[in-house]
């Protein structure tokens, strides 16, 4: 499975939406999350969709800021980001995994398929 992921600058305030196209044996993916890494900070848990019925978590600091979707037929995930601050600015990634994984949603380790990673840059 190949992910590829859109990203882009924007200004405080702003909304941005990140896009995430799956290619190869995609039935192979159950979930479908985000992650980001801030400048000098880990890689963190930002949510993550269920590919069958479209239902998404989010970590708890993002809820009702960040919305993820997805659809089916273009085998796209898309994180749509509003009220953009300068703390968001971060390399965020998409990542898939497989339906038979026991751990955690927000686990890393548990996501076999990563996508390269795009700048997001939130200008104040």
């Known amino acids: 499975v190949q992910l590829r992921v859109g990203g882009g600058l924007v200004q405080a305030g702003g909304s941005l939406r990140l896009s995430c196209a799956a290619s190869?044996?995609?039935?192979?993916?159950?979930?479908m999350g985000w992650f980001r890494q801030g400048p000098g900070k880990e890689r963190e848990f930002v949510g993550v969709?269920?590919?069958?019925?479209?239902?998404?978590y989010y970590t708890d600091s993002l809820s009702g800021r960040f919305t993820i979707s997805r659809d089916n037929a273009r085998n796209t995930m898309y994180l749509q980001m509003n009220s953009l601050r300068p703390e968001d600015t971060a390399v965020y990634y998409c990542?898939?995994?497989?339906?038979?994984?026991?751990?955690?949603?927000?686990?890393?380790?548990?996501?076999?398929?990563w996508g390269q990673g795009t700048q997001v840059t939130v200008s104040s």
């Open positions: 190869g044996p995609t039935s192979s993916i159950y979930n």
């Open positions: 990542a898939g995994r497989g339906m038979f994984t026991t751990q955690p949603i927000y686990d890393i380790a548990s996501y076999p398929y």
């Open positions: 969709i269920r590919w069958s019925d479209g239902t998404a």
